[in-house]
């Protein structure tokens, strides 16, 4: 079935340092990885997205890497700051046609960057 | 250009009862989906709408069940309420075809918080 999981559950920096979150999903068919980041008390928000045709992305301080054959993607972010505090979500979403997709969660990944 | 907007924030109901939750797209999105999120988990995909038809479900139960209206804001109902359906209720929209290679994005709202007791 289709399953995203999400390492490591909770992560602590030092401002300034870099943190990195790893997912791995099942389904070789899935073809959209989006990130999102989830303040308290609100909805989640897309931060950074790539596709199955590119191995890279990067904007700013956050980059994203997918290995197709491992079936891997990654959230890198540099410079952390204590405002990059919020829980993350890894997602994929599987094939469906040319139309937006349902997407599957990972467990998501509390980052704690200390001042 | 207002984004994802749900109604309302928060919503106590008691075992047994119905309740529906509102969501309004984002200006030129035309697909809904709902999702619910546990605490402490990631959101589980409920139901997509789009031109007013359900086009994908979830692993719910068809006490929940939606609708999409012609300006293609949405409805989530569910019934007769468990314990276990308290929750983050998320709304998110997007087009339902790309117009470009950045296409698929979903947006979500700021959810309705459903607590059963």
């Known amino acids: 079935g289709e399953n995203v999981e999400q390492h490591p559950s909770t992560l602590s920096v030092q401002e300034g340092d870099s943190a990195v979150i790893k997912c791995t999903y099942s389904d070789s068919a899935s073809n959209y990885f989006p990130w999102y980041k989830q303040e308290l008390g609100k909805g989640p928000q897309l931060i950074i997205d790539?596709?199955?045709?590119?191995g890279e992305k990067k904007d700013q301080r956050i980059a994203v890497t997918l290995n197709k054959t491992a079936k891997h993607f990654s959230l890198h972010i540099t410079e952390t700051q204590p405002e990059d505090s919020a829980v993350y979500f890894c997602a994929a979403t599987p094939r469906y046609g040319g139309a937006t997709n349902k997407l599957i969660f990972g467990t998501g990944t509390l980052l704690a960057v200390q001042p | 250009d207002a984004g994802v907007t749900q109604s309302p924030t928060h919503l106590i109901k008691t075992r047994g009862q119905q309740v529906t939750l509102r969501c309004s797209p984002k200006s030129g999105h035309d697909t809904v989906s709902w999702y619910q999120q546990a605490l402490g988990q990631g959101p589980q995909f409920i139901f997509q709408y789009y031109e007013e038809e359900e086009r994908q479900r979830g692993n719910f139960p068809d006490r929940f069940s939606g609708h999409q209206f012609p300006n293609y804001s949405s409805e989530l109902n569910v019934n007769a309420l468990l314990l276990g359906d308290s929750a983050l209720y998320l709304c998110?929209?997007?087009?339902?075809?790309?117009?470009?290679?950045?296409?698929?994005?979903?947006?979500f709202g700021p959810g309705t918080r459903l607590t059963v007791t």
């Open positions: 998110a929209s997007s087009p339902w075809t790309p117009k470009h290679s950045s296409g698929y994005e979903q947006y």
């Open positions: 790539i596709r199955s045709n590119v």
